[in-house]
């Protein structure tokens, strides 16, 4: 059972434009949301991240909304830049069980920035 | 560089056989976690210490251990190896492993088992 998915296994966008990526998740209980970048033979690097008490985050080219009615959150990079073609993975905590942080991780999407 | 160090990058062993897998986390972080990435799966949550102690269980199979150690390094034991537990292992840290941390990974173990 998936809890957090990434519908799209991968994405091409020309460079200078937007890349839009995109997370679904079905546990209600979950209340941070993650975005970590990865290259290949390299371990996950942190992005951004979201708590449920908001539903806009922005660091520097890097945006995620979340919209926790539809249960979707999404990731956007403007402008879009050929050092940003890596995998992309959304991540979700959940409130409860405990004091764990323990990530639950969607399947990443392959970002491909065109030059 | 996230400071948080792995060894060895990779490992070729055999069916039956034990290893393990090493992991010293960021500097001041108390906790550490363990993920799988295999092909057929994303990364899969393994188990948290926390100071020493096991704070949180994913699934992790029987005959998968860890233990954080004083100096808050961590290892992971892999025995009775079988095929399938060829994969990517990451460690992960984190200040306290509490709520709405962030947690920043290590360059991860690649085990290939023959």
């Known amino acids: 059972d998936q809890q957090v998915k990434q519908n799209s296994p991968s ?49 520097g080219r890097f945006t995620v909304f979340l919209n926790k009615s539809a249960k979707h959150l999404s990731l956007h990079i403007v402008p879009s830049q050929p050092g940003d ?12 069980g405990g004091a764990t942080n323990k990530l639950i991780f969607g399947t990443g999407t392959l970002l491909a920035v065109q030059p | ?13 055999a069916t039956g056989q034990r290893v ?11 906790s550490v976690y363990w993920y799988q990435q295999s092909l057929d799966q994303g990364l899969q ?12 269980k994913g699934n992790i199979l029987e005959r998968f251990s860890a233990q954080q150690f ?7 034991n892999l025995s009775s190896l079988e095929l399938g537990d060829s994969a990517l292992y990451f460690c992960a840290s984190s200040v306290y492993g509490g709520r709405q941390e962030t947690q920043y990974f290590g360059p991860g173990t690649r085990l290939l088992v023959l």
């Open chain 2, 45 to 56: 949550f393994l188990i948290q210490y926390y100071n020493g102690e096991e704070r949180a």
């Open chain 2, 20 to 30: 393990t897998l090493r992991c010293s986390p960021r500097s001041g972080d108390l």
């Open chain 2, 1 to 13: 560089d996230s400071g948080v160090t792995q060894t060895p990058k990779h490992l070729i062993t």
């Open chain 2, 70 to 76: 004083p100096d808050l390094h961590s290892e992971l």
């Open chain 1, 85 to 96: 073609s890596a995998v992309y993975f959304c991540a979700a905590s959940a409130r409860g």
């Open chain 1, 11 to 59: 994405l091409s966008v020309q460079e200078g434009r937007i890349s839009i990526l995109n997370c679904d998740y079905t546990n209600s209980m979950f209340d941070y949301f993650l975005w970590y970048k990865k290259y290949p033979a390299e371990g996950p690097t942190f992005l951004i991240s979201i708590s449920s008490i908001k539903d806009k985050n922005e660091d």
